[in-house]
């Protein structure tokens, strides 16, 4: 069991707040401006969903980020792609990290305040989703990478918006404006950022006004069927992404 006072502060890359309702405001940031995802921010985003999660006061979380996106973008710092310890630790993190956002039991808003480029399956394990006019929706790193898009925007992308949609997202790179996206499916409402966080915290302030049993249970029968595609899938898919990984090695090896 946790409590907010003693994870508030814990993480560099995400600033937590909670309104005296219980609604948890998490904004991704680095050093207070827009987020650059990194091995260390993947480790500890693992760490902070479990937190969350296991925090029995908690009545809503919304997620936001800071600065001009949501996450848009990476770094290589703190990732091992190309030694087998190096990525049973992405493996084992990537896995835990998506189970650890479906056990937050209280409904999970998303308020995407920019571009989303890189782990938009965090997006998608929301209940509600917000955007803004310059949110848009891309898997960019994995090709540029070389490596497969394994770590669960594989399974949730065409879950989401459809099978034939999803898999040319991904395999094209396509670039998904918000209001595509909100007819596709990804998105509920797309608002002015001066509106983005007033219209979370008021949707946050009406479900915490809801029995406290009854908006857990409610999380938990909404998304028991993405539980099961993540549970039977992600591993697979990370484990396809990491002979991939390996296979990218061997070609740098050879041409260095």
């Keep these: 069991m946790s409590r907010?006072?003693?994870?508030?502060?814990?993480?560099?890359?995400?600033?937590?707040?909670?309104?005296?309702?219980?609604?948890?405001?998490?904004?991704?940031?680095?050093e207070g401006g827009t987020l650059v995802f990194n091995g260390h921010s993947h480790e500890q985003f693992v760490d902070l969903f479990h937190e969350i999660a296991s925090d029995p006061d908690t009545r809503?979380?919304?997620l936001t980020?800071?600065?001009?996106?949501?996450m848009e973008s990476i770094s290589?710092?703190?990732f091992d792609f190309f030694t087998p310890r190096g990525y049973d630790k992405i493996y084992r993190e990537g896995r835990k990290v998506l189970m650890n956002i479906l056990d937050i039991e209280v409904p999970l808003i998303t308020a995407l305040n920019g571009p989303v480029r890189l782990h938009s399956e965090?997006?998608?394990?929301?209940?509600?989703?917000?955007?803004?006019?310059?949110t848009v929706f891309q898997d960019k790193p994995h090709f540029e990478?070389?490596?497969?898009?394994?770590?669960?925007?594989?399974?949730?992308?065409?879950?989401v918006i459809g099978s034939v949609r999803g898999r040319y997202f991904l395999l094209t790179r396509q670039e998904l404006d918000a209001d595509t996206a909100q007819d596709w499916g990804a998105v509920n409402e797309v608002v002015s950022p001066e509106k983005l966080l007033p219209r979370a915290r008021e949707i946050a302030e009406s479900l915490a006004k809801l029995p406290p049993l009854t908006?857990?249970?409610?999380?938990?029968?909404?998304?028991?069927?993405?539980?099961?595609i993540i549970d039977e899938g992600v591993g697979y898919s990370l484990a396809l992404e990491g002979i991939s990984a390996a296979d990218v090695?061997?070609?740098?090896?050879?041409?260095?």
Excluded at 10 to 19: D, E, I
Excluded at 122 to 134: E, Q
Excluded at 145 to 159: A, Q
């Design 4 to 30: 907010f006072a003693d994870y508030q502060n814990r993480f560099p890359n995400a600033r937590l707040v909670r309104s005296d309702s219980g609604v948890v405001e998490v904004t991704f940031h680095t």
């Design 60 to 62: 809503v979380v919304i």
């Design 65 to 70: 980020g800071s600065g001009e996106a949501f």
């Design 76 to 78: 290589p710092e703190g």
């Design 122 to 134: 965090y997006v998608l394990l929301s209940d509600i989703v917000l955007a803004t006019p310059s």
């Design 145 to 159: 990478f070389g490596i497969v898009p394994g770590d669960g925007v594989n399974l949730l992308w065409p879950e």
């Design 215 to 228: 908006a857990r249970y409610t999380r938990i029968a909404l998304i028991q069927k993405l539980r099961r």
């Design 249 to 256: 090695a061997l070609s740098m090896a050879a041409k260095g």
